[in-house]
């Protein structure tokens, strides 16, 4: 898998933070619905991917509660400083962050795989790592949610030979569209 160079990664601490508080400030509420209506509860396992400044990382450590845990990937941390307790912050690119197969409950990337040239290896990697019946969500563009029903397997997920863009992007075999 080549590495793709973040385009936002040289920017100035300021600009980048005023850049994703601008994000938070027009997403957050519709992504935040959107999560609900996937699923997320107490207790859940849950992996945000692109944390960003942390907004929906730290609304869904709030929601799942203590019993609940977070793993917030990000290639660059340098916005979050102390994330709650029942979050895992981790430094680094979605492509190469080994995930466990079968490990979260609920799966959340906004604005991330439009910056992945290969992105269908990253969502094949997301899909096998999430829970069978369980809810994952990306946002590009346009808001692709998917849920991994009880009948799929890891091995019969998101196409790896699909050539439309990811605005276009197929629902993989065995999932529940989430939005209505």
Same mark, same amino acid.
């Given at each position: 898998m080549s590495r793709t160079e973040y385009v936002f990664q040289?920017?100035?601490f300021q600009a980048e933070l005023n850049r994703l508080r601008? =994000?938070?400030?027009?997403?957050d509420p519709e992504t935040r619905r959107r999560l609900l209506s996937a699923g997320l509860k107490r207790g859940m396992r849950c992996l945000e991917v692109g944390a960003g400044a942390g907004s929906i990382m730290a609304w869904i450590a709030s929601e799942i509660g203590p019993s609940g845990h977070v793993t917030a990937v990000d290639i660059n941390t340098r916005f979050i400083s102390n994330p709650p307790p029942n979050v895992q912050?981790?430094?680094g690119d979605i492509q190469t962050v080994p995930l466990k197969?079968?490990?979260f409950?609920? =799966?959340h990337a906004r604005?991330?795989?439009v910056h992945i040239s290969e992105y269908q290896t990253v969502l094949q990697t997301l899909w096998r790592s999430l829970k069978p019946g369980e809810?994952?969500?990306?946002?590009s563009r346009t808001f692709l949610p998917f849920a991994r029903s009880k009948g799929a397997t890891r091995e019969n997920g998101p196409s790896k030979t699909s050539t439309k863009p990811l605005t276009r992007c197929i629902l993989p075999k065995g999932s529940i569209p989430l939005w209505e």
């Open positions: 040289n920017t100035s601008s =994000i938070e400030a027009i997403f912050l981790l430094c197969p079968d490990s409950d609920l =799966i604005y991330v795989l809810a994952s969500s990306s946002r």
